[in-house]
């Protein structure tokens, strides 16, 4: 079995759980008032060159609907990729969370929003209706949900659109180590030097284990989050356990290794296939992501060979490549694309 | 400085987080797919002698917001002591997780609520008055926040009336085996079999690191709660990780060792002081907590002589045993008790 | 100036206000305990064919969003066509009393649900999806908001697929009144009998004053409901006077002669106006509602001769018949859409 | 039979349906955009003395829980009498509508808040305590719900209090009038003057009909009030018929006129029956409310001839004069109460 699932079904970097490990040394005072996790905001402010507040939380779905929350009142709107995650994998927690927040799809195209479709939606805005969702705040999924990435120019404008209308701008980076590694900025250059007021700034899905984190750029939406993550359950007692395994994820740059390391297998995968005439892609391969189109046949024997992986239809899987993913099973997955192929087309022939 | 502010200023007991690095190995599904969140359903299962659904979360408020709102319609009352850990220290989550839930304080005595004052508490409620709340669950905190501990019958009368009415039965379990070790029964015993219908199933006051988790006897309670605890964002995707801490916790009775520790500790200090007529007792010592109540001048001593502990006002702090609270650190706080009473005598003199 | 704007801008029919000054007699008890309340639950009842229980409530929104969350668990998705009141104009009441539900809009015309888009929704669902919502519901909107209305054959075989799934189904009869009168048809057959399980009746577009009404055909539905609304101050003191308003409204068939009023007038703008070339119905018209696309010239020309209407952009606006939209306003309507159409062709030539 | 369950069972003062009956003319802007309701603006404002914002809503439980959403963010406190409306009476739709907003109870009488109960209660509130709830507001229930008024020096002196904390501070007015009346003040005095933020204008208790009101002091408040009562299903489409009962509500001092009514029958039935030792009063007859203890035979009694009143328990009635409440009625009670204790007086002796 050779698995192409999820980049969360793979193990955790090392490194991270050696300094969970190191972290069970004495007595820390509970709920972030321990040592771990005040360096946590000091690292995090060198790593974005600002000062920031960042949050651990348990995962992704938190980070995102909490952040929401805190950038949109109840009425508010909340624009996004039709293919968000937000708006297709966590249950409605921004409503839910949100008390009533609404998604609202703009136009896009491989799960990235169109900077015109958004100019285009907020021109359609007209003042004064109550009895519409009040436009609130924006999110972008970088990379998106298949795979692509925004460039620094495609957020800026977005991003400036979206001031200019007062709204509020939320990335969610569940794999933003692998945006940042493709695009060679800075993280600073990809969030609050770009608009972005709160990330969900993602690590289990790069060789984290139990947290993410919330990042926020703008000092005045931190104090009552931190409530709001409280009551929300989200505040470990014992958060030097957390924010340990963050710290070592930041630290000599083994985020930005392990990001590479997944976009390389596969951009080494899609380079590889190219040449194959029954195999496309989807979308680009900016990140750790392939979703492919082949014969059903081709599927059905990728899944005989034991390659693990999500079938979005009969016709269309998604591999994902993890930090960890070997050579030897990239190279299994080429070869096994390339052969099954050909028997398609033989058996076409 | 010796630490007594709280069992979660404490680390992690090492086996619990050598689980932890065992199961960084291969893949595995996401989501709680894995085969170590399936083995927690069956050792559980072995643990409370039934079939039960086991729900790992980050955090004992996530456990108790989450099960009450499984327990209770949005216009439910949940019947707690004044001094419930929902009551006092979760931001109302309940109120927030069950979309409006309220929390209504039951007479009692050290935390722990009264069959006596419960049975008026449901007399007093007429029939068919809508203007009201609805009256849903009720809540026991198990040793209660004082530290003091139901004995099995109390647990049973508290159920017996709570079912008569139709209500539901929540435990709060933030120290449940300092409960158990206590009282000598089974896990089942305090549990379904005295009518629980959910458990908040502490670890991390006791040992843990990352996670509590949320236990459901009641099982047609228990799909709706995994989806509610998806939007709630308190599903792990390396759940694996959570599982086998959990694993860990109830392997050879290791969470009734780490308890017994601290209850005996506890128990040693609470014995040694009782002679020391300065100092009073404020709740029976039958858990890991000592509250005591002396005067200001003996608690700025153990100030001054670097205790820490939480002062709950001028003349009574909370003193927190914890599993690995040493017998030094026991000796050092009995003899600075008996040291500061007697210079304060003295002074009286 | 002549009024077209909505059918909320107009007077409440005379014999309603007539009821409610005749309540104004002596004692009653409140929040529905008056002898008004229950008549209104005993006439609902021949009307509907069935036993129902009718809640008086202010407006629409109140009466849509109740009753989806009566319908819908928080994490439940509520299908609706795009166009939809609850979707577009009611500041998404239905995430916020549903505690988090999430509308998805299905495919259709003119603010309808097309069975066949809304089987293809059903079909692409896979079971086991704890990370989407819960599919929980349908919402139909009768008339639509683009003033057409599903033959009775549509309603049940959208309501087919629905119970199938084991969906709830939801009617936003705003308009029900103008969709019976068009269909001939009696109110059973066009809820329960087709398989609603709730209708928000609406009173107040066709000529009621305060309050509209939600009616439940599934008893197990209403209990809770009757809370709901109570905690969601919906229930008056003294409901006497919103008992005594819809008992008007249905005597002696008024609401359907409204209906048929408004219904008439608009089929008569309509039949007139079908031969100018220029000026195009966007929908059928078959209720009160007309949206008519034209040469924003033309437009312009009726907003200069005092014509009040909304326009929903610059060629399209929409005109509302009312019960008391008089012959003499209809023919100046048809007479100035001629005379400008009438200009601007010859402009154009 | 002789009512005298509440002022809600009573009439509706015949000038208020008329002003209804007399907006009937003409079509109106939906929504509040209709002279009547611009009329109200300035009405209000004349009558408080300052610039407000006034929105008529359905009932005093949606003008509570909306004004305290409105003055709380979801995990803030609101302070009430134990005995408050908002707490005892209205399902917990503060919590509710305020996101798990929670009530707490402080100490007084006769279900007014005492001004050194609240002060201890804001002494004892430790800062940076984020696992409790965030002290935010408090609510005054004038008169209260047992009929006691608080004095302007009373009110003023709570109001300080809130205000030296930053909290927000709301005013229970479901019997307004009724306290101005009492007091002589001017609203302003009793409202704004005193540090109110928002005013729950209660009119349905005093002769109204379908509606009260909230009255906004704090100008910023009022928008985000105005977006939410939308959604939450407030806001009548045919505003102009709710607020024309308001207007008449307030003119030429009807309002006034009405509660000066309720309170003399109230306060004459107090003074004549001051003299019969087996009946006391629970608390100072301010308004239109009489709570009296008496032996049960006498309250069997008074059910015996027909007096319909809430029975609180064995030996207490609750007694409501309305503005409708007769000469005849209340020499009827007077009458009765004095037969009935002579019965009881002999049959002891």
Chains 1, 2, 3, 4 share one sequence.
Request: hydrophobic share 45%; aromatic share 8%.
């Amino acid at each position: 079995m050779i698995d192409y699932r999820s980049d969360n079904t793979g193990r955790a970097a090392p490194e991270i759980l050696e300094a969970l490990l190191r972290a069970n040394d004495g007595t820390a005072l509970g709920y972030g008032g321990d040592d771990w996790t005040g360096e946590l905001q000091r690292r995090f402010g060198e790593l974005f060159e600002t000062a920031v507040r960042v949050f651990p939380v348990a995962t992704g779905t938190a980070a995102n609907a909490l952040s929401l929350a805190a950038l949109s009142p109840p009425w508010g709107l909340v624009y996004c990729s039709n293919l968000a995650h937000i708006n297709v994998s966590e249950v409605n927690a921004a409503g839910f969370f949100g008390g009533g927040i609404k998604l609202v799809p703009v136009a896009g195209s491989h799960g990235r929003i169109h900077a015109d479709a958004f100019a285009a939606t907020l021109a359609a805005i007209m003042p004064g209706q109550s009895h519409r969702g009040q436009p609130a705040a924006i999110n972008l999924t970088q990379p998106s949900d298949l795979g692509a990435v925004y460039r620094l120019d495609e957020v800026r404008a977005i991003a400036d659109l979206a001031k200019s209308k007062g709204l509020k701008i939320h990335m969610d980076g569940a794999r933003f180590g692998n945006a940042v590694a493709r695009l060679g900025c800075t993280p600073a250059e990809l969030t609050w030097r770009s608009g972005i007021d709160i990330l969900s700034f993602g690590a289990t899905k790069n060789g984290g284990a139990l947290c993410d984190a919330i990042v926020v750029f703008t000092p005045e939406l931190a104090d009552s989050l931190a409530i709001q993550l409280r009551r929300a359950g989200q505040v470990w007692s014992k958060m030097r356990f957390a924010s340990a395994q963050l710290l070592a994820y930041i630290a000599d740059g083994l985020w930005l290794r392990l990001a590479e390391a997944s976009n390389a297998t596969a951009a080494r995968i899609a380079a590889e296939i190219s040449g194959i005439d029954t195999v496309t892609l989807l979308a680009p391969v900016d990140a750790n992501l392939l979703f492919l189109e082949m014969p059903a046949a081709t599927l059905d024997g990728l899944e005989r060979d034991g390659f693990q992986f999500y079938r979005r239809s009969r016709t269309v899987g998604r591999f994902v490549c993890r930090f960890d993913t070997t050579e030897v099973e990239a190279d299994a997955l080429i070869a096994a694309l390339r052969r099954h192929a050909t028997a398609v087309r033989r058996a076409a022939e």
